[in-house]
């Protein structure tokens, strides 16, 4: 069984920079696509950004796209989200999760606790 625990979450104001780590354990990272989703008060829980196995994919929500990235180190276990011009709408709870597939589905088997993160105006 495959354990997510995020962290890097905090309060930041508008158009600064955050950046989230994942830390896969449980089983090697390698084995899994990752994903970042994240809710916020009083909606569902949407996708924000997924990468491949061997991080040679990315794939982004249209609302972060050229501003967030998703990266991972699979010697550390260890997936990133480099969140930078951030804006009062990215307030949530992000969440890290993790499928058995080349890519992260929508409904992913594995998820962490969720980091919040809050951007001042």
């Known amino acids: 069984q495959v354990q997510l625990v995020e962290s890097g979450g905090g309060l930041v104001q508008a158009g600064d920079s955050l950046r989230l780590s994942c830390a896969v354990s449980?089983?090697?990272?390698?084995?899994?696509?990752m994903g970042w989703f994240r809710q916020a008060p009083g909606k569902e829980r949407g996708f924000v950004a997924g990468?491949?196995?061997?991080?040679?994919?990315?794939y982004y929500g249209d609302s972060v796209k050229g501003r967030f990235t998703i990266s991972r180190d699979n010697a550390k276990n260890t997936v990133y989200l480099q969140m930078n011009s951030l804006k009062p709408e990215d307030t949530a709870v992000y969440y890290c999760?993790?499928?058995?597939?080349?890519?992260?589905?929508?409904?992913?088997?594995?998820w962490g606790q969720g980091t919040q993160v809050t951007v001042s105006s």
């Open positions: 999760a993790a499928d058995r597939s080349t890519v992260i589905s929508a409904q992913p088997a594995y």
């Open positions: 990468i491949s196995r061997g991080g040679g994919n990315t």
């Open positions: 449980g089983r090697a990272s390698s084995n899994y696509a």
